[in-house]
């Protein structure tokens, strides 16, 4: 699905705060199939992980605030983003109300617009399949990083939209991957048959 940046805007809106504030797991299967934009780039969100907060060891803010983790008991719509294995930027979206940790991990789009700047992010990347098929391929082809942590995921270059003429989908569930601890949870959201999705 490719669609002209003009047109997708025209055919679009972006999620109000009220999407978020909502229990991490309801977020993330509902982004499936939603668009991150960010400047003049965008992809359909095909897979996603949710963290529970401070109940859930696998997730950053089990630990409760530290500088690091503030933002995601802050207000819902905003974006987490962190540093991983000295190389990869991972971009979440803050769920629950304030005070409530609770997040988003994007791990998958499909590219639908921008394709050309995400390839010129991504030389390494051969197959259109392969340009953000996963959380660190999607920030780098999107130009996200840690300079947008924080970021107003409701009014700013970071947003997340919502097509008027949404396709029907399924949703497949499975454990979360790549974590060691709470690894068995059914919590990693996908587009089923979706080749998009990290492999």
Same mark, same amino acid.
């Given at each position: 699905?490719?669609? /002209?940046?003009?047109?997708?805007?025209?055919?679009?809106?972006?999620?109000?705060?009220?999407f978020?504030?909502? /229990?991490?797991?309801?977020?993330?299967?509902?982004?499936?199939?939603?668009?991150?934009?960010?400047?003049?780039?965008? #992809?359909?969100?095909?897979? =996603?992980?949710?963290?529970? #907060?401070?109940?859930? !060891?696998?997730?950053?803010?089990?630990?409760g605030? =530290?500088?690091?983790?503030?933002?995601?008991?802050?207000?819902?719509?905003?974006?987490?983003?962190?540093?991983?294995?000295?190389?990869?930027?991972?971009?979440?979206?803050?769920?629950?109300?304030?005070?409530?940790?609770g997040?988003?991990?994007?791990?998958?789009?499909?590219?639908?617009?921008?394709?050309?700047?995400?390839?010129r !992010?991504?030389?390494?990347?051969?197959?259109?399949?392969?340009?953000?098929?996963?959380?660190?391929?999607?920030?780098?082809?999107?130009g996200?990083?840690?300079?947008?942590? #924080?970021a107003?995921?409701?009014?700013?270059?970071?947003?997340?939209?919502?097509?008027?003429?949404?396709?029907?989908?399924?949703? !497949?569930? =499975?454990?979360?991957? #790549?974590?060691?601890?709470?690894?068995?949870? /059914?919590? !990693?959201?996908?587009?089923?048959?979706?080749?998009?999705?990290?492999?």
């Amino acid at each position: 699905m490719v669609i /002209p940046f003009s047109e997708l805007i025209a055919e679009s809106y972006i999620l109000d705060r009220d999407f978020y504030a909502r /229990p991490a797991i309801e977020v993330a299967r509902d982004c499936l199939g939603k668009i991150l934009v960010h400047g003049k780039a965008a #992809g359909r969100i095909v897979e =996603t992980e949710a963290y529970l #907060g401070v109940d859930d !060891r696998a997730a950053h803010a089990w630990r409760g605030v =530290t500088n690091r983790t503030r933002v995601i008991f802050g207000p819902p719509g905003h974006a987490y983003i962190y540093f991983i294995y000295g190389m990869y930027e991972c971009l979440n979206f803050v769920a629950e109300p304030e005070g409530q940790a609770g997040c988003v991990l994007i791990r998958a789009v499909e590219p639908v617009a921008g394709i050309e700047g995400m390839r010129r !992010r991504r030389l390494t990347a051969k197959r259109l399949e392969d340009l953000a098929s996963g959380p660190g391929k999607l920030t780098r082809a999107m130009g996200i990083s840690r300079k947008q942590n #924080g970021a107003d995921l409701t009014g700013s270059r970071l947003q997340v939209r919502s097509l008027r003429d949404d396709a029907k989908f399924e949703v !497949r569930v =499975t454990p979360r991957i #790549g974590i060691t601890h709470c690894a068995d949870w /059914p919590l !990693r959201f996908l587009i089923a048959n979706n080749r998009f999705v990290s492999r």
